[in-house]
């Protein structure tokens, strides 16, 4: 099972509250996390697993 992560990938702060998200890597299927306003300003993000980056 894989593990579900609590922080964003992008800035690293704890998800809570409304707006976070969590999804699959595109590439590999790893579970990303982002906060609402890392997702909002399009901040990068990089799989810890595979290296997929994205916006």
Known sequence: MKEI???CV???IKLTGV???RF???SC???IARCN???QQSN???CK???FGGP
């Open 24 to 26: 699959p890597c595109p």
């Open 49 to 51: 697993s595979c290296g």
């Open 10 to 12: 992008s800035c690293g």
């Open 19 to 21: 707006g976070g998200v």
């Open 5 to 7: 992560p609590e922080k």
């Open 37 to 39: 306003k890392c997702k």
């Open 29 to 31: 299927g790893t579970i």
């Open 44 to 46: 990068t993000y990089t």
